[in-house]
C-alpha cells in the first residue's frame, strides 16, 4: 500500500511547524519508505504497518495539539513494491520523451 496523508494540527495557530516535525519524526524512524513534501507525506508498506504509523503519528501531534485533523489517500495494489519511486519514474520517463 501507497498511503499520502497529512496530520495537521487545529487551534494551535498558523505556525504548525513544530507540532508536524513530530509526526515527521515518527515516520521517518518507522523505517518504512517515505517521503515528505510541503502538503502530505507518502509511506508504503503493508496495510497493518502504515496504518500503525499513522496512528502514532497522530498521537505524537496530539501530545501537542487539542486537536487535529488527518486526510489520506491510499493506492493499494497487491504484488507491488517501490511504487513510492516507480510511479515518479514512470511519468519522468514521459516527460523525458521529445
Not at 10 to 36: F, H, K, W, Y
Not at 44 to 61: N, S
Not at 65 to 75: G, N
Not at 78 to 88: A, C, E, I, Q, R
Request: charged share 25%; glycine share 6%; with cysteine.
Amino acid at each position: 500500500m501507497l498511503a499520502a496523508f497529512s496530520i495537521t494540527p487545529i487551534g494551535s495557530g498558523e505556525d504548525v511547524g513544530q507540532q508536524v516535525a513530530e509526526a515527521i519524526r515518527i515516520i521517518r524512524e518507522s523505517g518504512l519508505p517515505n517521503r515528505t513534501a510541503a502538503s502530505f507525506t507518502e509511506i508504503e508498506g503493508e496495510w497493518d504497518e502504515v496504518f500503525a504509523v499513522i496512528k502514532r503519528a497522530t498521537d505524537a501531534v496530539m501530545t501537542v495539539s487539542s486537536r487535529c485533523s488527518i486526510m489520506i489517500k491510499a493506492d493499494i495494489r497487491p504484488g507491488h513494491t517501490n511504487t513510492l519511486n516507480t510511479k515518479v519514474e514512470t511519468v519522468e520517463r514521459y516527460l523525458a520523451q521529445p
